[in-house]
């Protein structure tokens, strides 16, 4: 298999790529310094750690759409954040929580919110430029069906390090004694899938298109 060409290609994407790259590492270090709890961090930083390789081993062989990247670098920077403070404890998740008057921190939201929004748009491109589907109301469903397998097998994990750990799991729970948490984890993981199909489709097409030099799903 040729790699693909585009703008990810090019030496000017490439110099990017490996910016983001680097600042990524370095904020991920920074994040690790002195956070509130060590186990927890390690847990909520995993994802980037296993990501980064991954997405540099691939670029040349299959580089993906800057939307998809910038997303993944967003959504690292909230797993990050996470794992310094622990949900339950992040600066702007008690901002919003005044803004809201709501009763709990609801940082751990935004998380479960991009756990939807970035796989919608990571599936759709695999699933798209792979040719495994057309665009269309199967694109829609299957997209959807990735973001909640994936929010399911993250509550798995979570229930596992519950039973495991006991009560020295609850910072990783980020519960914050909410009876509904599971299921509301998973609502925001799909409201965060439908955003992601609603909001950023038209412009992933264009990128998909300017990247692999043509429109394969059409």
């Known amino acids: 298999m040729e790699p693909i060409p585009g703008a990810t290609s090019s030496p000017r994407g490439a110099r990017a790529l490996l910016a983001a790259g680097a600042a990524l590492v370095a904020l991920l270090a920074v994040s690790g310094i002195d956070p509130y709890d060590r186990l927890t961090w390690a847990a ?24 998809l990247y910038c997303l993944i670098f967003a959504h690292a920077l909230v797993l990050m954040l996470g794992g310094a403070y622990t949900y339950a404890r992040v600066p702007l998740g008690f901002w919003i929580q005044d803004l809201l008057d709501a009763g709990r921190n609801p940082y751990d939201k935004i998380g479960h ?15 798209v430029r792979g040719g495994h589907v057309r665009r269309g109301k199967m694109l829609v469903f299957l997209v959807l069906c990735v973001v909640l397998a994936i929010s399911a097998a993250y509550e798995f ?3 596992g390090a519950a039973l495991l750990l006991g009560q ?10 909410y009876e509904w948490d599971t299921q509301s984890d998973m609502l925001y993981a799909l409201i965060g899938g439908c955003a992601a199909l609603g909001l950023l489709s038209r412009a992933h097409d264009r990128q998909m ?9 059409t």
């Open 113 to 127: 919110f991009f756990q939807g929004l970035v796989p919608a748009i990571a599936a759709r491109e695999v699933l």
């Open 168 to 177: 020295g799991a609850e910072e990783f729970l980020g519960t914050q004694g």
């Open 44 to 67: 909520e930083v995993f994802p980037v750690v296993f990501v980064l390789p991954v997405l540099a081993a691939t670029r040349r062989r299959f580089p993906l759409t800057t939307l």
């Open 209 to 217: 298109a300017r990247l692999d030099g043509g429109d394969r799903g």
């Open 157 to 159: 994990i979570e229930w």
